[in-house]
């Protein structure tokens, strides 16, 4: 028996391991997506631009939660896994209520710089802890189950910020969501622990960071993976911000009903989206390793019509029809990629090859996607007046082809270059 299957084996209760990742997944994605429902009463009480809101949703957040990944997860590496992931949780949520007290841009901005140094330390450590307790046959789909956190998180964001902004306020989201994940934190850390004996003497040996990075360097599949990834990001993360004011301005739904629709494409279309990606990563992946990039490189490509349908249409219940399919072709990929990720590496490298792929998928994804969508609106703006939105985000589906072709390149390469 392996290492790794003897630690996964012997590690108690993976499952509930598993569940209680997704718990702060969820807290991760409410925090960081709560902004986008929020956007309208922020922007008029601010008086901020469609430009400044972008920055707040994706750079301001994506900067330092990019960079600090990869030296936090190099950490959580050498040390403990489940407390950089608690003190993480922390850290982001108080953040997230201090967004709340906000009265400027930058105010709201440097909140914001904070809610990214917090989130910085959850992800990539959750992969490796999952990778510790789950075999690599199971991988994919247990990663699958983690990201549903994705969907899960974002449609509670959504769904709380736009009942307790109607009920109350925008500030009263900010602050109720952040202390709600303060509460978690000591919860999550006194169920969740590092990965069993069997294996802790690996990561005591772990190699040096810049082993790491070379090792990855030298993997066409990585640069491929993390490039396709960031460039379905730069779109998915760019279409979850804005679709709420897409709604209220071209369809006319107020801040409930937004909440409302958007909350259930997420929940629908998202969570099957993510589980069929998971169980098809395990199942073509197992035959051939060009699958787990293959899946994804299919789903893009069928979600491109989709979306462009829900986008031009003037009815916002055709809308939610035509969303439902490419919601669910956009988290396809989560399951796959990560899994293919955690095994161009052994297991003791693992957090910090999963936070160098976050790097290049957050910064350019989230980082860029957001930003780009809100800049490319101001400047149609002069030509489609109140409708600049919604043809941004249908030039924007461009990406989604760009992604396929690079997840398609990366295929017979992840054969050649597949480790553990």
Same mark, same amino acid.
């Given at each position: 028996?392996?290492?790794?299957?003897?630690?996964?084996?012997?590690?108690?209760?993976?499952?509930?391991?598993?569940?209680?990742? #997704?718990?702060?997944?969820?807290?991760?994605?409410?925090?960081?997506?709560?902004? &986008?429902?929020?956007?309208?009463?922020?922007?008029?009480?601010?008086?901020?631009?469609?430009?400044?809101?972008?920055?707040?949703?994706?750079?301001?957040?994506?900067?330092?939660?990019?960079?600090?990944?990869?030296?936090?997860?190099?950490?959580?590496?050498?040390?403990?896994?489940?407390? +950089?992931?608690?003190?993480? !949780? +922390? #850290?982001?949520?108080?953040?997230?209520?201090?967004?709340?007290?906000?009265?400027?841009?930058?105010?709201?901005?440097?909140?914001?710089?904070?809610?990214?140094?917090?989130?910085?330390?959850?992800?990539? %450590?959750?992969?490796? #802890?999952?990778?510790?307790?789950?075999?690599?046959?199971?991988?994919?789909?247990?990663?699958?189950?983690?990201?549903?956190?994705? %969907?899960?998180?974002?449609?509670?964001?959504?769904?709380?910020?736009?009942?307790?902004?109607?009920?109350?306020?925008?500030?009263?989201?900010?602050?109720?969501?952040?202390?709600?994940?303060?509460?978690?934190?000591?919860?999550?850390?006194?169920?969740?622990?590092?990965?069993?004996?069997?294996?802790?003497?690996?990561?005591?040996?772990?190699?040096?960071?810049?082993? +790491?990075?070379?090792?990855?360097?030298?993997?066409?599949?990585?640069?491929?993976?993390?490039?396709?990834?960031?460039?379905?990001?730069? !779109?998915?993360?760019? !279409?979850?911000?804005?679709?709420?004011?897409?709604?209220?301005?071209?369809?006319?739904?107020?801040?409930?009903?937004?909440?409302?629709?958007?909350?259930?494409?997420?929940?629908?279309?998202?969570?099957?989206?993510?589980?069929?990606?998971?169980?098809?990563?395990?199942? #073509?992946?197992?035959?051939?390793?060009?699958?787990?990039?293959?899946?994804?490189?299919?789903?893009?490509?069928?979600?491109?019509?989709?979306?462009?349908?829900?986008?031009?249409?003037?009815?916002?219940?055709?809308?939610?029809?035509?969303?439902?399919?490419?919601?669910?072709?956009?988290?396809?990929?989560?399951?796959?990629?990560?899994?293919?990720?955690?095994?161009?590496?052994?297991?003791?490298?693992?957090?910090?090859?999963?936070?160098?792929?976050?790097?290049?998928?957050?910064?350019?994804?989230?980082?860029?996607?957001?930003?780009?969508?809100?800049?490319?609106?101001? &400047?149609?703006?002069?030509?489609?007046?109140?409708?600049?939105?919604?043809?941004?985000?249908?030039?924007?589906?461009?990406?989604?082809?760009?992604?396929?072709?690079?997840?398609?390149?990366?295929?017979?390469?992840?054969?050649?270059?597949?480790?553990?």
């Amino acid at each position: 028996m392996s290492g790794e299957q003897s630690g996964a084996r012997a590690g108690a209760r993976p499952n509930v391991v598993l569940a209680m990742l #997704l718990l702060v997944y969820v807290f991760n994605f409410v925090d960081r997506q709560i902004l &986008a429902i929020l956007a309208a009463p922020i922007q008029k009480e601010l008086e901020l631009s469609d430009g400044q809101m972008g920055l707040l949703g994706g750079l301001a957040f994506a900067l330092l939660y990019s960079t600090l990944g990869v030296p936090l997860a190099w950490l959580a590496d050498r040390t403990s896994r489940s407390w +950089v992931i608690t003190i993480s !949780l +922390v #850290l982001w949520s108080g953040f997230t209520a201090l967004c709340g007290f906000a009265s400027s841009f930058w105010q709201i901005f440097l909140a914001r710089l904070g809610v990214g140094i917090g989130e910085a330390g959850g992800v990539a %450590p959750s992969y490796a #802890l999952i990778g510790d307790y789950f075999p690599s046959h199971r991988r994919a789909f247990a990663l699958s189950v983690y990201s549903l956190g994705i %969907p899960l998180g974002s449609a509670a964001g959504v769904l709380a910020g736009g009942y307790i902004a109607a009920q109350v306020d925008w500030r009263a989201a900010f602050i109720a969501v952040g202390i709600a994940g303060l509460i978690a934190a000591p919860l999550f850390k006194l169920v969740v622990r590092d990965r069993p004996a069997p294996v802790a003497a690996e990561r005591t040996e772990a190699p040096r960071f810049s082993a +790491v990075a070379a090792m990855l360097a030298a993997k066409p599949s990585f640069w491929l993976l993390s490039f396709g990834a960031a460039t379905s990001s730069m !779109l998915g993360y760019g !279409l979850a911000f804005w679709l709420p004011s897409l709604l209220q301005r071209s369809f006319g739904l107020d801040l409930i009903a937004t909440s409302h629709f958007i909350g259930a494409v997420l929940l629908l279309g998202g969570v099957a989206g993510m589980l069929l990606g998971g169980w098809l990563g395990d199942r #073509l992946g197992s035959r051939d390793r060009a699958w787990f990039a293959y899946v994804p490189a299919c789903a893009f490509i069928i979600g491109v019509p989709f979306f462009a349908a829900g986008i031009y249409s003037g009815s916002a219940t055709l809308a939610f029809a035509l969303f439902l399919i490419p919601q669910a072709m956009a988290y396809v990929w989560l399951g796959p990629i990560l899994s293919a990720v955690q095994h161009l590496v052994g297991p003791s490298e693992r957090a910090t090859a999963s936070a160098l792929f976050l790097l290049i998928n957050n910064l350019i994804g989230l980082g860029g996607g957001i930003f780009a969508l809100g800049a490319l609106s101001e &400047a149609l703006t002069p030509v489609y007046g109140a409708e600049a939105l919604r043809y941004s985000m249908l030039y924007s589906l461009a990406l989604y082809a760009l992604a396929a072709l690079l997840m398609a390149l990366a295929g017979p390469r992840l054969r050649r270059d597949w480790h553990v």
